[in-house]
């Protein structure tokens, strides 16, 4: 049920754990409004009943009450002068707003978008992926479950399924509040004492019945104006969130919620070739649906019924007609060889026939000094043969197979998922996502720089920065540009025990900590964002010296990493050379 989709009760119960929560805020809120409307209807039905009532006293009441013909019960008049009276929104406001609640609502069942198992099986099959990645199974290093994994995103990427029912779902919600709006908004319209009435909806007796002999009140018209105006609000908020959300279904960039489009569009591969292909034009994208929505209006219904007329006329290749297209691809070669075959025979032909000639007529002495003489001919006479057939077999080349632009993956069902899911999951998440479906390295690929890094002997101060991980932190960089970014955090293990790192001005990124000269330390470290972890670095150990003149001649104040690591390898190295020795 649709119901179940949007609230997500059977998440909340416990019984779907293998399940996204499919359903944006928006669309719980559209669900809540089609929901309001029809509180209201029932309330307004409720109130008024199921006729509108309607009071007529007579016309010397309006000027004094001391007739006695005013205290007189006048029931059965007032039911006959309701039609005369009564205007057509009097007598159907409330059954229109009932009638709209329950199409809005009724919509929700239909399985266009919620409520379909195609769509729920793509989601399904994006978080058997998801669930499998996010927890790091020993299941995800199978090389066949890797080829499993490539098989359904491809199935991803190449389908428009979703994109395509989440628009026919919201445009056909969008028609239909609008089209609730006008048509309240009329009949509200009728209710106010400003005097508009566009369609002539109004009643033309103004009040009057039974030859102005009697005159009618409707006590409900307040009730209804009122009531009117608040639905009004409702529908048009609730068309707004549907062209809100029929705007994310066309793919924009950035736009209306598409921001993952722009981060897919940034991904390189290790050759610095873009791995998807997303159309950054926004006026490409509409240009584009609008195509798309022009076939599926004009172009669409011919083709399906000329297909059902080829189906139903039985014209559809036979086997033998398969046989035949599949052996034609070797038609060329064939004509080739005969070609061949055809240019020997007739050479050894006309050699045959030259020497028949020549001893019929005895002359087989001329014919010999002829033949000397004819062979330099005969050579010349080969080469523009030879060349003609150069030019023939260059001419018969076959060209390089034309092959099909990567068509545009803005609509793909991937991006739709993961740009439906950035409303539950953190975008952070979802971006360290692609770089375990996608060749890209992520951020546990960060090192500690040793070039960089360096000791401040002014104060005896360690400024440790790391490596540069690519693409995807300058995508996480992006993502929390309003939240500082990405932070590294960590201690240093030492002699001591845990020391923990402080923020340098220059970098966010680059820890510092006060360290004792000839200590050996661990640093432990690893990358946050929005105060939750991201990933977690390696460790890495390094001494400090005890000497730091030698190097302050050489570097300077600042003191890189480098040198402490090269010095307390070669330390190492030259004890491990000495125990050896002394072993021997």
């Not at 000094?369 to 062979?375: M, R, T, Y």
């Not at 790391?466 to 992006?478: F, K, P, Q």
Request: aromatic content about 10%; glycine content about 6%.
């Amino acid at each position: 049920m649709a119901f179940l989709d949007i609230l997500n009760i059977p998440g909340l119960l416990g019984t779907d754990l293998h399940s996204f929560k499919r359903a944006n805020i928006y669309d719980k809120i559209d669900l809540g409004l089609a929901g309001v409307v029809g509180i209201i209807g029932v309330v307004v039905l409720i109130l008024n009943g199921f006729s509108t009532p309607i009071t007529c006293v007579p016309t010397s009441c309006e000027s004094s009450n001391t007739n006695p013909n005013c205290a007189l019960d006048w029931t059965y008049q007032s039911g006959l002068c309701k039609g005369e009276v009564q205007s057509f929104p009097d007598a159907s406001f409330h059954y229109l707003l009932v009638i709209f609640a329950l199409l809005l609502v009724g919509l929700l069942t239909v399985p266009i978008y919620w409520g379909s198992n195609a769509s729920k099986e793509l989601f399904d099959n994006f978080y058997y992926i998801w669930a499998k990645l996010k927890n790091g199974d020993e299941e995800c290093k199978d090389v066949e479950w890797k080829r499993r994994m490539h098989f359904v995103l491809d199935q991803l990427k190449s389908g428009k399924s979703l994109s395509t029912r989440y628009a026919l779902y919201h445009g056909v919600a969008l028609v239909l509040d609008l089209v609730a709006l006008v048509v309240v908004g009329l009949f509200t319209l009728n209710f106010t004492d400003l005097g508009l009435d566009p369609l002539g909806l109004a009643s033309t007796s103004g009040g009057k019945c039974a030859s102005d002999g009697f005159t009618c009140a409707i006590p409900n018209r307040d009730l209804f104006k009122w009531f009117g105006v608040l639905t009004c609000f409702v529908l048009l908020v609730k068309a707004v969130i549907n062209l809100k959300c029929l705007l994310f279904s066309l793919g924009l960039p950035g736009l209306f919620g598409r921001n993952f489009l722009i981060y897919a569009d940034n991904l390189k591969d290790n050759s610095d070739k873009s791995i998807y292909n997303i159309q950054t034009n926004p006026i490409m994208v509409l240009l584009h649906t609008l195509l798309v929505v022009l076939k599926l209006i004009f172009i669409a219904p011919i083709q399906w019924l000329l297909a059902f007329c080829r189906f139903y006329a039985r014209k559809h290749d036979s086997p033998k007609e398969i046989i035949k297209r599949l052996s034609a691809t070797n038609i060329r070669a064939e004509q080739k060889e005969t070609k061949k075959v055809e240019k020997e025979a007739k050479a050894l032909e006309t050699a045959v026939n030259g020497d028949d000639a020549a001893l019929k007529n005895g002359d087989a002495a001329a014919k010999n000094g002829d033949a000397k003489k004819e062979k330099p001919k005969e050579k010349e006479e080969k080469k523009p043969k030879e060349a003609e057939e150069k030019k023939e077999e260059k001419k018969e080349e076959p060209k390089s197979t034309p092959l099909v632009a990567r068509p545009a993956q803005n609509w793909s069902d991937l991006f739709f998922i993961i740009d439906i899911l950035s409303y539950n999951i953190d975008q952070c998440d979802l971006i360290l996502f692609m770089t375990k479906i996608n060749p890209v390295p992520g951020l546990e690929n960060k090192k500690v720089n040793v070039d960089i890094s360096y000791l401040d002997t002014s104060n005896n101060t360690m400024v440790v920065s790391h490596t540069d991980a690519g693409v995807i932190e300058s995508l996480l960089d992006t993502e929390l540009a309003t939240e500082g970014g990405l932070q590294i955090v960590g201690w240093l293990e030492g002699p001591t025990g845990i020391m923990w790192s402080q923020r340098t001005k220059d970098s966010p990124k680059n820890l510092a900590f006060a360290v004792s000269l000839g200590s050996t330390y661990e640093l432990v470290s690893a990358v946050y964002g929005r105060g939750r972890m991201l990933a977690r670095l390696q460790n890495f150990t390094f001494q400090c010296p005890q000497d730091t003149k030698k190097q302050m001649k050489k570097y300077g104040q600042n003191i890189p990493l480098s040198a402490f690591i090269s010095q307390s390898l070669f330390q190492k190295f030259s004890s491990d050379q000495g125990s050896q020795q002394k072993n021997e």
